[in-house]
């Protein structure tokens, strides 16, 4: 069997699968900004990424509205309760926002439709 002719389907088999490795990837871009994507529903929301051992820095909130009503995204300061972005949502809508979490830790919630506060207060220090 001739295995030259793999070689060819091999490397546009990586060429498909890595770009969209990447595409999909919970990491920081290029930026430097991690992206934490949540789904809104009614009266709670679901996270896409764990929230887990977050580090003090930028990120960027990706919020897609999937509660069938209009509805919001705030998110603040854990701490000082500082409002750090907020924006209304159309069903089905998505929006986004980029904030500065510091080791205060932060909290959201859908500021329009009865949500509970999620709580994030274990911030760890950037690195660095």
């Known amino acids: 069997m001739n295995h030259s002719s793999r070689t060819p389907i091999r490397g546009l088999a990586l060429s498909l699968v890595l770009p969209l490795a990447l595409a999909f990837s919970a990491t920081a871009s290029a930026e430097d900004v991690t992206r934490i994507h949540l789904e809104q529903h009614n009266g709670y929301f679901a996270a896409e990424q764990t929230l887990a051992d977050l580090k003090a820095g930028e990120y960027e909130f990706v919020v897609t509205n999937k509660a ?35 080791e205060d830790g932060f909290r959201y919630r859908c500021p329009i439709n009865p949500t509970p ?10 690195d660095g």
């Open 68 to 102: 069938g009503k209009v509805a919001g995204f705030q998110v603040q300061n854990h701490r000082t309760e500082e409002t750090l972005a907020m924006f209304p949502l159309q069903p089905g809508e998505t929006g986004s926002a980029r904030v500065t979490i510091s």
């Open 117 to 126: 506060w999620y709580e994030l207060d274990n911030v760890g220090p950037a």
